[in-house]
């Protein structure tokens, strides 16, 4: 049985650990969340400042040109494909993860070969939401079809591709248990069915390695404020394949998609390439945070990069899914994340069942916050309002405990202690009590 001692021997061989000074981290936080919201980044503050008082502050307008405010969308850009196997050039931090979806799926959606016969647009109901209303809101406009299937098996997704369908839209890494698609097979298996395919690699960047080139995928967006440490709100990011970028014309055609945006034309003339996927003017003070958190990202390049991430990333997950297995037996978790390495992402989730129906899920997570342990909730809908809306939602997912895991700043002995925590709030019955089961807005 894993010791205390042996995670901390393990700390002191850890080849990234000083990459967590880096980090502004509370004390006494062990912090299991960044998969939701990266933690503040130490040079984020100072550079926000800086942004503030000197670029804005003293530049004034003049630091579009001189502060280099303009080219931050593909600055950005090309250090964010550093970590999604894309080449500079091909990649703007832009808009939200929602809003870049819409672009790249309008895109993919008047490509040649949606003819009249390819109308549909296929995912999964465990998709996040998100992804799921906007291919829903496109599909009113478009007249086009939502197909959801079940569940994440690639030979049931490979399966269900035939010549009336345009787009197969999937997230990478699922936001709820963290299963992780294979990227490469799923796109071969779309292209030999003339049906692009669309990624969304929100729980994927800066988390595990991603080759969008290698995969040959057709359109990807992810998020800026999860691994990537961008902070709360950041600009998320696109990319779409060098053999699309041209073809396409996205439906947000704003001043900055424009080949000329300061020539003020009155007819559209699409900027060439990735350049095209911007709207309007960019967010300059968020950029500027979105900077620093990728910064803490590519600082493991000299380590060993995603390649030595992903190592400790699934050690970190190993040990956790051990210990809770082994130390919070009998408390009636079980993983619902799979074990396979190659089949998961950064974040271990369990479920709990009672003989009661009611999970505890949410209360126990609000309970271990309380310690200082912050992972989060996800809502199962077995029980949920909405259980029959017109998508069928709702297949008995259960509420799930989840927690993320970055190698940045978690430690082995972190998650030691987390676990040591999680077992004690179990063993203990604290997380029933009236504060850990009142809801909030945001869980
Ligand atoms: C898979 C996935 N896509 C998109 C989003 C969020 O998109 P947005 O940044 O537009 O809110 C999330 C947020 O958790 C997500 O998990």
Same mark, same amino acid.
């Given at each position: 049985?894993?010791?205390?001692?042996?995670?901390?021997?393990?700390?002191?061989?850890?080849?990234?650990?000083?990459?967590?000074?880096?980090?502004?981290?509370?004390?006494?936080?062990?912090?299991?969340?960044?998969?939701?919201?990266?933690?503040?980044?130490?040079?984020?503050?100072?550079?926000?400042?800086?942004?503030?008082?000197?670029?804005?502050?003293?530049?004034?307008?003049?630091?579009?040109?001189?502060?280099?405010?303009?080219?931050?969308? @593909?600055? &950005?850009? +090309?250090?964010? #494909?550093?970590?999604?196997? *894309?080449?500079?050039? !091909?990649? /703007? %931090?832009?808009?939200?993860?929602?809003?870049?979806?819409?672009?790249?799926?309008?895109?993919?959606?008047?490509?040649?070969?949606?003819?009249?016969?390819?109308?549909?647009?296929?995912?999964?109901?465990?998709?996040?939401?998100?992804?799921?209303?906007?291919?829903?809101?496109?599909?009113?406009?478009?007249?086009?079809?939502? @197909?959801? &299937?079940? +569940?994440?098996? #690639?030979?049931?997704?490979? *399966?269900?591709?035939? !010549?009336? /369908? %345009?787009?197969?839209?999937?997230?990478?890494?699922?936001?709820?248990?963290?299963?992780?698609?294979?990227?490469?097979?799923?796109?071969?298996?779309?292209?030999?069915?003339?049906?692009?395919?669309?990624?969304?690699?929100?729980?994927?960047?800066?988390?595990?390695?991603?080759?969008?080139?290698?995969?040959?995928?057709?359109?990807?967006?992810?998020?800026?404020?999860?691994?990537?440490?961008?902070?709360?709100?950041?600009?998320?990011? /696109?990319?779409?394949?060098?053999?699309?970028?041209?073809?396409?014309?996205?439906?947000?055609?704003?001043?900055?998609?424009?080949?000329?945006?300061?020539?003020?034309?009155?007819?559209?003339?699409?900027?060439?390439?990735?350049?095209?996927?911007?709207?309007?003017?960019?967010?300059?003070?968020?950029?500027?945070?979105?900077?620093?958190?990728?910064?803490?990202?590519?600082?493991?390049?000299?380590?060993?990069?995603?390649?030595?991430?992903?190592?400790?990333?699934?050690?970190?997950?190993?040990?956790?899914?051990?210990?809770?297995?082994?130390?919070?037996?009998?408390?009636?978790?079980?993983?619902?994340?799979?074990?396979?390495?190659?089949?998961?992402?950064?974040?271990?989730?369990?479920?709990?069942?009672?003989?009661?129906?009611?999970?505890?899920?949410?209360?126990?997570?609000?309970?271990?916050?309380?310690?200082?342990?912050?992972?989060?909730?996800?809502?199962?809908?077995?029980?949920?309002?909405?259980?029959?809306?017109?998508?069928?939602?709702?297949?008995?997912?259960?509420?799930?405990?989840?927690?993320?895991?970055?190698?940045?700043?978690?430690?082995?002995?972190?998650?030691?202690?987390?676990?040591?925590?999680?077992?004690?709030?179990?063993?203990?019955?604290?997380?029933?009590?009236?504060?850990?089961?009142?809801?909030?807005?945001?869980?």
């Amino acid at each position: 049985m894993i010791t205390l001692q042996d995670c901390r021997a393990l700390d002191t061989q850890d080849p990234l650990r000083k990459l967590r000074g880096l980090f502004a981290l509370p004390e006494g936080v062990i912090y299991l969340d960044g998969n939701s919201l990266g933690p503040l980044p130490e040079a984020t503050a100072p550079r926000v400042a800086r942004a503030i008082t000197q670029e804005w502050g003293e530049g004034l307008i003049r630091s579009w040109n001189s502060a280099g405010w303009f080219d931050l969308p @593909q600055r &950005l850009g +090309d250090k964010i #494909a550093r970590l999604v196997g *894309a080449h500079p050039g !091909e990649v /703007v %931090a832009t808009d939200s993860t929602s809003i870049n979806l819409y672009k790249v799926l309008s895109a993919a959606l008047s490509a040649p070969q949606a003819d009249a016969r390819r109308s549909v647009i296929v995912s999964e109901r465990s998709n996040f939401p998100t992804d799921l209303y906007i291919a829903q809101s496109l599909c009113k406009e478009r007249g086009c079809e939502l @197909q959801l &299937l079940d +569940d994440g098996d #690639a030979d049931a997704i490979a *399966a269900s591709l035939d !010549e009336r /369908v %345009a787009v197969l839209m999937l997230t990478h890494v699922n936001y709820r248990t963290g299963a992780m698609h294979e990227m490469a097979a799923l796109t071969a298996a779309a292209h030999r069915k003339g049906v692009l395919a669309v990624w969304d690699l929100a729980h994927s960047a800066g988390a595990v390695p991603v080759d969008l080139h290698a995969a040959d995928a057709d359109f990807a967006i992810g998020c800026g404020y999860k691994y990537l440490n961008g902070g709360p709100g950041a600009p998320a990011f /696109v990319w779409v394949h060098p053999r699309h970028a041209d073809r396409f014309e996205q439906p947000l055609a704003g001043w900055w998609s424009h080949a000329a945006p300061f020539d003020f034309a009155p007819g559209y003339r699409p900027a060439a390439g990735i350049s095209r996927y911007l709207c309007g003017t960019q967010p300059i003070l968020s950029m500027a945070a979105l900077e620093c958190g990728l910064d803490t990202v590519l600082a493991a390049g000299p380590l060993g990069g995603m390649t030595a991430l992903r190592r400790k990333s699934l050690a970190l997950t190993d040990l956790f899914m051990e210990l809770v297995e082994s130390r919070c037996a009998g408390h009636r978790l079980a993983l619902v994340t799979p074990r396979q390495h190659d089949h998961r992402g950064s974040q271990v989730c369990f479920t709990r069942t009672a003989s009661d129906g009611e999970s505890g899920a949410y209360a126990i997570v609000q309970a271990l916050i309380a310690r200082g342990v912050i992972g989060d909730y996800r809502a199962g809908n077995a029980r949920a309002s909405h259980a029959q809306d017109g998508l069928g939602h709702a297949r008995g997912l259960p509420d799930i405990l989840r927690f993320g895991f970055t190698p940045l700043y978690i430690g082995f002995e972190d998650v030691w202690h987390a676990v040591e925590q999680l077992r004690q709030v179990l063993e203990s019955g604290e997380w029933r009590r009236p504060e850990f089961n009142q809801k909030h807005a945001v869980t």
